[in-house]
């Protein structure tokens, strides 16, 4: 911030603003005192003069007035003496006219040539002929002296004897007033320097403090609460110090509280696991959280102060105002070569409290597990559909022929009747599968688990198969003989098992293999049942748990499948704490591994 210039300065103002008040202080003292002075010496002079006048006026009159004989001494004489003798004040010269206005005698000696000679000035004629008396100021033209010059009657029992011309000098006033004059310049000027110090002194002493508020203004600017201003007394500005440090506290409370709640929402945003973008009121990127960074696979260096339609890349099909104005969300593939990313963008505009846009939030989730759901969802009804119209397009073509006349035939009848007799099955087995899947979803099941000795239990099965197989295959058991017990739902297990085996038995050739072994691992049963049938394209072995999917669709149907069987034993099975996967080789044969936890309680009550 820019330093007060040394002119508007309080400093600078006080100072003048106290020397010009003494000055005029000063000036109207030294007006009024030296005026009054002026006065009073100049009315002194005057009186001073107007008594050495009577003074003169009484002797002079005696000796005028008195008779003389022949030898006495004259008049002039006797005046001479008189104005020899008196002491003078102020007074240059009088001198001393008689009725005829001769003068008749003057005080100074160097003058005596007037002696006898007559005045006829005008202030000499008035007292000599009027009798008043007359006062008149003179500037000496060759010393510009300033002179009072006196005519006043000599009367003797109110008779005009004569008169006295009498000049005197001012000078000696002026002079007194010029000494005077000079003091009070001395005074003036000594004030005037006392008040620049004391205005130096007394301007620090208030600028101090307010240069103090100023430096913690500018500290509390950047941050820096810690300053206090120092308080020099608990005057009106001691008083100002006291509610600057106030508003600083409470400044630095208020900041702290803002600075928590900052902390508290960026720690909230940092952790949140879906994505945040704040924008400014143009659209530029101000915030934005590591998740947002990482489900659009950007840096933040990237998009920092970018466009976010160029970071959500929808440049070419969006603009700011669309997203502000008519979107509140989209669905956004930023999926990858390996991964699959499906992002939902929710945006809400921030305004102010008069509707002013001040930018954009937009929240990102991922949204890829509930597309892939959907996804899954839309292909199962298709498929489903498919499943369903197949048989029943089959059936209607073949009851559509017996209705036109086939049923009349002996031959054709029968076998058009098994055909819907075997889709009906076939059908019935898929809404079965359809309903056992559905429950296996919804999680609307409980498992009925008891202690089974897995090696009977795996037997019995083999048994039933070996007996009711109608193809030669060979069965071959490698089956321990201790006993496994293992806690299981007996009817689930069994349907995966018969769903394993005759899979193996329908892919199996003519006197072909089906192996049937177990392994005891440390906390569960591992199930093992391979065939030499025709194994399973590598490309296709990962899929065979999912949902309708066969590896050859027409053999499958053809041979009873719905397709849902072996994902019907993955569910069962991993419902069980297990696991299911297969091992084939293309033309060799298939093997089917799954695992059942062992049961632990039994084993640990025995020991
Ligand atoms: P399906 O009812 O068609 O048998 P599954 O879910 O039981 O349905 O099996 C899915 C697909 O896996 C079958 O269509 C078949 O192509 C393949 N498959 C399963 N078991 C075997 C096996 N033992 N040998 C060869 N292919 C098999």
Do not use: C
């Not at 009315?43 to 005696?62: P, T």
């Not at 840096?299 to 997203?323: H, K, M």
Request: charged letters at 25%; hydrophobic letters at 40%; a negative charge.
């Amino acid at each position: 911030m820019k330093k007060v210039g040394v002119f508007r300065s309080i400093h600078i103002k006080f100072i003048l603003i106290y020397i010009l008040l003494i000055l005029i202080a000063m000036q109207i003292i030294g007006v009024y005192f030296v005026r009054k002075l002026e006065g009073q010496l100049v009315e002194g002079f005057k009186v001073s003069l107007d008594r050495q006048e009577n003074i003169l006026s009484y002797y002079l009159e005696e000796a005028i007035t008195l008779e003389r004989d022949e030898q006495a001494s004259t008049v002039e004489d006797d005046v001479k003496n008189i104005l020899r003798d008196y002491d003078y004040q102020d007074i240059i010269e009088v001198r001393v006219i008689d009725i005829n206005s001769r003068v008749i005698g003057t005080s100074n000696p160097d003058n005596e040539k007037i002696v006898g000679k007559r005045m006829t000035e005008r202030g000499i004629n008035l007292a000599l002929i009027v009798g008043t008396a007359s006062d008149e100021l003179v500037i000496e033209p060759n010393t510009g002296f300033r002179l009072r010059v006196l005519s006043t009657p000599i009367k003797s029992n109110d008779e005009i004897v004569g008169a006295i011309y009498l000049v005197a000098s001012m000078e000696n006033v002026y002079n007194q007033m010029k000494q005077i004059n000079r003091i009070l310049v001395t005074g003036t000027v000594l004030a005037m320097v006392i008040t620049a110090v004391l205005g130096i002194f007394l301007a620090h002493t208030i600028t101090r403090p307010i240069s103090d508020m100023r430096k913690q203004a500018l500290a509390m600017a950047k941050g820096n609460f810690s300053r206090k201003v120092r308080i020099y007394g608990y005057d009106e500005i001691g008083q100002l110090a006291l509610t600057f440090n106030y508003l600083s506290r409470k400044l630095q409370e208020a900041q702290a509280s803002t600075e928590g709640e900052r902390r508290k929402l960026a720690s909230v945003i940092t952790h949140m696991t879906d994505g945040v973008i704040a924008t400014d009121r143009t659209g530029h990127i101000i915030l934005i959280n590591d998740p947002a960074l990482k489900l659009l696979g950007i840096s933040r260096e990237d998009v920092f102060n970018e466009p976010i339609i160029s970071a959500l890349g929808l440049e070419d099909e969006l603009n700011f105002d669309t997203l502000l104005h008519e979107r509140e969300s989209l669905i956004l593939d930023v999926s990858t070569k390996e991964n699959s990313y499906i992002l939902r963008v929710n945006f809400s505009v921030i305004e102010n409290k008069i509707g002013i846009t001040n930018g954009l939030i937009a929240v990102l989730h991922d949204v890829t597990e509930q597309e892939k759901i959907e996804q899954e969802r839309r292909e199962f009804v298709a498929n489903v559909s498919h499943e369903l119209r197949t048989p029943l397009t089959t059936m209607r073509s073949y009851l559509e022929a017996l209705a036109e006349g086939a049923w009349q035939d002996k031959d054709i009848a029968p076998q058009f009747l098994h055909v819907t007799q075997t889709e009906t099955e076939r059908m019935i087995r898929l809404v079965k599968d359809l309903l056992q899947l559905s429950k296996l979803d919804s999680r609307d099941y409980s498992l009925h688990r008891t202690s089974v000795n897995f090696n009977e239990f795996f037997h019995q099965i083999i048994d039933r198969f070996e007996i009711s197989k109608n193809q030669y295959v060979t069965f071959k058991r490698q089956l321990p003989d201790e006993q496994i017990t293992v806690s299981i739902d007996k009817d689930k297990v069994t349907q995966v098992i018969d769903n394993i085996i005759s899979n193996a038995l329908k892919y199996s050739p003519e006197g072909g293999q089906v192996s049937f072994s177990l392994r005891k691992n440390v906390n569960h049963l591992e199930v093992i049942i391979s065939d030499e049938g025709v194994g399973i394209p590598k490309a296709n072995l990962a899929h065979i748990f999912d949902r309708f999917y066969r590896v050859d669709k027409a053999r499958s149907r053809n041979l009873g499948g719905t397709g849902l069987g072996l994902a019907i034993s993955k569910e069962m099975i991993e419902a069980h704490g297990g696991d299911i996967w297969a091992e084939s080789e293309e033309g060799k044969g298939t093997t089917i591994f799954f695992t059942l936890p062992l049961e632990k309680e039994q084993e640990d009550e025995w020991s």
